[in-house]
């Protein structure tokens, strides 16, 4: 089971509740949605006290944009062209699927 919380937080949460046995109602599913967002999830790391995963420069390591496509910020296009090919080599015996925005 995949989830994919940027395309569809509420029905991923679902799908996943589902496959647990659970039949919660949407405003729950909703509340947790919203619970488990990138932008609180960044907040509540930020707001720890003794954060192991802090910079000096105060930032956050565990968490950076949430923003599909930013991974062009930091890859050049031939960077990029060696982990597609080194993922397809590597996970071309199994049945698991993922779907890669930009």
Do not use: H
Request: one cysteine or more; hydrophobic letters at 35%.
């Amino acid at each position: 089971m995949f989830l994919f919380l940027l395309q569809d937080s509420v029905g991923e949460i679902k799908k996943l509740s589902n496959f647990l046995g659970y039949d919660y109602p949407n405003g729950f599913l909703e509340e947790v949605a919203d619970k488990c967002s990138f932008r609180k999830l960044q907040k509540a790391n930020t707001d720890l006290k003794q954060d192991p995963t802090k910079r000096k420069s105060g930032t956050s390591v565990m968490y950076r944009k949430g923003q599909v496509g930013d991974w062009k910020n930091w890859f050049t296009i031939a960077e990029n062209e060696y982990i597609d090919t080194l993922y397809a080599d590597k996970m071309t015996n199994t049945n698991l699927k993922f779907t890669f925005t930009i």
